[in-house]
């Protein structure tokens, strides 16, 4: 059974249906990577919102931008992040932190930036057509990236294998007395 080309009882096409819910999950998610106290769950809240952007690039019909996306924000960045913050810091934040007094200027500031973005949305001139997407290949982008930027793909892996290595090594944490802390204390 195929769907209709608008939503029943409203009109809509499925197009803008997708694009509101994901704006709203885009939203909702960023704006609970700021509210959250527990860190562990605001970079939760970023891999969700890293989703959507996803599936943005999905809806505009960039496949292979979206499959990046996954790819890289989402399943190395974050994850990176993630285990970064698991490793080295507690997982919840102080009672209370500097900029909660500063929510008057952060307040003003959104209100300054949110007229703005309606200002420019509302005097825009939008075409009416749009243009047909550029045809992409998956077999283009993976000639290109292993054949002509091989170097710069295996410099970054290195780089990030690095970055790994490098936060466990500080995160560990060693119990072997220090000799030197044994002789300062028969001293005292």
Same mark, same amino acid.
């Given at each position: ?60 019909? !960039?496949?292979? *931008? =979206? ?5 890289? +924000? /989402?399943? $190395?960045?974050? @994850?990176?992040? %993630? ?54 290949? !998956?077999?283009? *982008? =993976? ?5 002509? +930027? /091989?170097? $710069?793909?295996? @410099?970054?892996? %290195? ?30």
């Amino acid at each position: 059974m195929a769907l209709p080309q608008t939503v029943p009882y409203l009109g809509w096409s499925w197009d803008d249906v997708v694009f509101l819910v994901l704006a709203g999950v885009m939203l909702g998610s960023s704006l609970m990577v700021v509210l959250s106290r527990n860190i562990i769950r605001s970079g939760l809240f970023m891999v969700l919102a890293f989703l959507g952007l996803a599936g943005f690039y999905a809806l505009m019909g !960039a496949t292979i *931008v =979206a499959a990046a996306q996954v790819l890289v +924000y /989402v399943g $190395a960045i974050s @994850v990176l992040i %993630l285990f970064a913050v698991m490793l080295t810091q507690s997982k919840s934040g102080p009672a209370k932190l500097v900029f909660h007094s500063q929510a008057w200027a952060a307040g003003i500031a959104s209100v300054i930036v949110g007229l703005l973005l309606i200002m420019s949305v509302v005097m825009t001139t939008w075409p009416l057509a749009m243009p047909t997407p550029i045809a992409q290949s !998956a077999r283009d *982008v =993976a000639t290109l990236l292993f054949n002509d +930027y /091989v170097l $710069a793909f295996e @410099v970054i892996s %290195l780089l990030l294998l690095s970055a790994v290595v490098g936060g466990i090594y500080l995160a560990r944490k060693d119990n072997i007395p220090d000799p030197s802390d044994a002789v300062t204390r028969s001293e005292t």
